[in-house]
């Protein structure tokens, strides 16, 4: 396949509402593409869609919850304008792009900006659809949020090249005058749930379709590509494990992918047939077969980013809870501070517990069922570490 090809397929253009557009010209916006948000196709003619109550898109055909229908475009006066470039994940993960897309929904929603999406299929696009949408005169985009710290070597560059346009970086620090950095505590959050898997997998527990036997105290962690960043992740749930019962073995895999499914599936069996009761995947779009394999096994999982339970419903009934992240918080910050002309490039935000940046979510189906005494044990350490009394580690190695 030609690069050209692979670029006007996954190149996403919307104008107050959202629809596909392929490669963009150097002085103008992009136009053209497909209208179902996946990486197929290559139909060239624009279709604009309009967004459900929740904020999430919409699609003419279902696909992981999300459901579109044509709507005419409407123009603003002056409208701000947002490029989004989502990491290789790809939209539809019920993870982590999807809730950055969500906090550009809440902002067109409420500023009526404008949003432009990009969805890479690899590392090596990143750097041309950030050029893209900073090259643009046909609109102009006053914000271009790039999404996951796989995006941090092209925006660097691409920082560098384009001074006069301002960048927001999700999940990595690029230190560029025009860059405003996100950052988050991953691994706070997952010390929540990696507790609460040592406390279940130690004790005979039953819910849904997945059961813990306490003769087997051992659960598992899929990462995606392996990395510091998702090294947090294992860091923090490790921690939280053993700070449960040092006994607890914890099986970590890491699939190389954050959307190989597949992969997800195949790493999450091994654990469970070696006695993992619980799987914690921090994997975007890979973490999907993570879920299928607990249901095939009766085990459970750890959903991430977002409250899995929900974007992902069909596997409720095995997803214990979720280490959500508020990337859509990030998002909607950087947005809302173009649209109020107070932009701060060069700095950095984290956001941990005590911002309520990160947080472990109990599963809507499955939630009520997990012992009070193991829900009052994670909010006591919640408010530990925000106190500072629990140090959570960010290296795997220290733990």
Do not use: W
């Amino acid at each position: 396949m030609r690069r050209e090809d692979i670029d006007r397929r996954t190149f996403i253009k919307g104008t107050g509402v959202v629809g596909l557009a392929g490669l963009a010209g150097c002085s103008g916006g992009p136009t053209g593409g497909s209208s179902d948000g996946s990486s197929g196709g290559s139909e060239d003619t624009a279709t604009e869609t309009s967004s459900g109550e929740s904020g999430e898109s919409t699609e003419s055909t279902e696909s992981d919850g999300m459901e579109e229908t044509e709507t005419e475009s409407t123009e603003s006066s002056d409208p701000v304008n947002v490029g989004m470039v989502y990491a290789t994940g790809g939209l539809g993960d019920g993870s982590f792009n999807d809730q950055a897309q969500q906090g550009a929904f809440q902002a067109r929603d409420e500023f009526d900006v404008q949003i432009g999406e990009a969805q890479p299929e690899e590392v090596a696009q990143f750097s041309t659809f950030q050029q893209q949408f900073a090259q643009s005169t046909d609109p102009t985009y006053e914000l271009v949020c790039c999404i996951g710290f796989l995006q941090t070597d092209a925006l660097s560059q691409t920082a560098q090249d384009f001074p006069d346009q301002n960048f927001m970086l999700v999940d990595s620090v690029v230190e560029q005058p025009n860059v405003a950095n996100y950052v988050f505590a991953e691994h706070e959050g997952s010390y929540l749930v990696g507790q609460m898997a040592g406390l279940l997998t130690t004790q005979e527990f039953s819910a849904g379709e997945g059961s813990t036997a306490s003769d087997s105290t051992t659960v598992g962690f899929v990462g995606g590509v392996e990395s510091d960043l998702i090294r947090k992740f294992e860091a923090g749930y490790t921690a939280g494990v053993k700070a449960a019962d040092e006994n607890v073995e914890v099986l970590t895999n890491y699939t190389g992918s954050f959307n190989d499914p597949a992969a997800g599936k195949e790493a999450a069996l091994a654990m469970y047939n070696s006695g993992a009761d619980i799987v914690y995947h921090a994997s975007g779009n890979t973490g999907t077969g993570v879920f299928q394999a607990a249901q095939e096994q009766g085990k459970f999982a750890i959903g991430v980013d977002r409250d899995q339970s929900v974007t992902k419903e069909s596997f409720a009934n095995v997803i214990l809870a979720s280490m959500v992240k508020r990337v859509d918080t990030a998002v909607f910050d950087a947005i809302e501070s173009v649209v109020d002309d107070s932009f701060q490039g060069g700095n950095v935000v984290t956001l941990g517990l005590e911002e309520d940046g990160v947080a472990a979510v109990y599963g809507q189906q499955l939630g009520s069922e997990i012992p009070q005494e193991v829900k009052d044990a994670v909010s006591t350490s919640r408010e530990s570490i925000i106190a500072g009394d629990i140090s959570v580690p960010t290296d795997p190695g220290n733990v």
